[in-house]
């Protein structure tokens, strides 16, 4: 299997632009975690969904940011204005519900200037 | 979720035993320890969980004491490899309520 797989790995976009990112999880798995992980912070959940349903996502900043799981095998992080305060490292994260493992991509880098 | 306690940093000496140490004294009965490693650059990578008993896998032990109030990851021949952030968590599922803490810094070193 692939793997979780993320893109973009790196993104560099200037403040107020739009920055979208995607997610592929391991196929077979119902459940996907968006973290978010920065110096200050450290990793962070932001939301989770279960057979493509947002369950939890108190952890969402704010409005600017949103996430949809349209299928099983896709998912996107937006963030709608962009500041230079969102620049860290976004993970991607699957499971198959009922299993203790969660796996990781290798995460997109994010730099907001 | 139980909160966890780990050192900030760690060294150990290649080809040795890798002890790290981790408190959940507050843990509940039904809260898992699992541990992650995040190596530099790279996503969290599942290691090792456990309830009550101790665990083996290919890649590490668990020896969790009998109180459960804490634990110790045990990686028994660290390599260069093993450098990297651990994190140890307590949750009674599988992510949903993962908090990941500062976890600890290993270094091996040559």
């Known amino acids: 299997d692939a793997g979780v797989i993320q893109s973009p790995r790196h993104e560099v976009t200037e403040m107020g632009q739009e920055v979208t990112l995607r997610c592929k999880p391991i196929?077979?798995?119902?459940?996907l975690f968006w973290y978010r992980q920065t110096m200050m912070r450290g990793l962070e959940l932001l939301i989770y969904f279960n057979n493509n349903v947002p369950i939890d996502d108190s952890g969402m900043p704010e409005d600017r940011f949103s996430a949809k799981m349209p299928n099983a095998s896709f998912s996107t992080l937006k963030i709608q204005p962009s500041e230079p305060r969102d620049s860290a490292v976004y993970f991607c994260?699957?499971?198959?519900?009922?299993?203790?493992?969660?796996?990781f991509g290798e995460g997109s880098w994010l730099t907001v200037v | 979720d139980a909160k966890t306690t780990q050192p900030p940093s760690m060294d150990c000496a290649e080809g040795r035993a890798a002890n790290l140490p981790c408190n959940h004294s507050?843990?509940?009965?039904?809260?898992?320890v699992y541990w992650y490693r995040q190596i530099h650059s790279q996503g969290p990578q599942y290691i090792i969980h456990?309830?009550?008993n101790n665990e083996t896998n290919e890649m590490a032990s668990l020896i969790i004491t009998e109180d459960r109030k804490s634990s110790t990851l045990i990686l028994p021949h660290a390599t260069l490899r093993d450098t990297a952030v651990y994190y140890c968590?307590?949750?009674?599922?599988?992510?949903?309520?993962?908090?990941f803490g500062p976890g600890t810094r290993l270094s091996v070193l040559p």
């Open positions: 968590i307590a949750s009674p599922n599988y992510g949903q309520n993962f908090v």
């Open positions: 994260a699957s499971s198959f519900q009922g299993e203790n493992t969660i796996y």
């Open positions: 196929s077979g798995h119902n459940s």
């Open positions: 507050t843990i509940s009965g039904n809260e898992y």
């Open positions: 456990g309830l009550k």
